[in-house]
């Protein structure tokens, strides 16, 4: 059983709101090992011009440096935003214990259709984390919604 705290998903704000600044998207997320920051990052993908960088994607790999191990087994990720299919996948692959989002991915989508614009188009895969999930080994714990108001805050056009 994983017990969300707001203490790490604040965190996970904060990097969010740093990746607006830096004229990113707004997403971030930290990750946890026995209740201490392993990583934390914001999106770089149109600041590094690399489709892949995801916040998500750049705090696994920093945490496995800083583990020096692929398997992030005993590991939780706190993300604002519920992870797209490649992020959900790639915290199967590393072997997570676990995934805590903020937003949904129904709520990212209908930003896009009321917001979207050429320069933040927000681009979605209509398959939610938890389908992902489902079909992956090992199964992660998967908690959504926390602080959900919070994080769909952090949507900017």
């Known amino acids: 059983m994983i017990e969300p705290k707001e203490k790490f998903m604040k965190i996970a704000i904060e990097q969010a709101i740093k990746a607006k600044n830096d004229g990113d998207y707004a997403v971030g997320d930290v990750i946890v090992q ?4 392993i990583a934390m990052a ?3 993908s149109k600041i590094d011009q690399d489709p892949i960088h995801h916040a998500e994607i750049i705090a696994i ?15 939780i990720l706190y993300t604002t ?5 490649m992020c959900a996948a790639a915290s199967v692959w590393a072997k997570m214990k676990g995934i805590i989002y ?3 991915i129904e ?3 209908e930003y896009r259709i009321r917001n ?9 895969i209509d398959i939610p984390a938890a389908h992902v999930l489902e079909k992956g080994e090992p199964r ?3 908690i959504g919604e926390f602080m959900r108001e919070k994080c769909k805050s952090l949507f900017h056009s």
């Open 42 to 44: 914001g999106n770089r």
């Open 107 to 109: 709520d990212m989508r």
């Open 140 to 142: 992660l714990i998967l």
């Open 81 to 85: 935003h519920e992870p797209c299919p």
């Open 102 to 104: 903020g937003a949904k």
């Open 34 to 37: 026995s209740d201490k920051i």
């Open 61 to 75: 790999k920093e945490a496995a440096k800083v583990l020096g191990k692929r398997h992030l087994d005993d590991c």
């Open 116 to 124: 979207g614009s050429n320069e933040w188009s927000w681009r979605t």
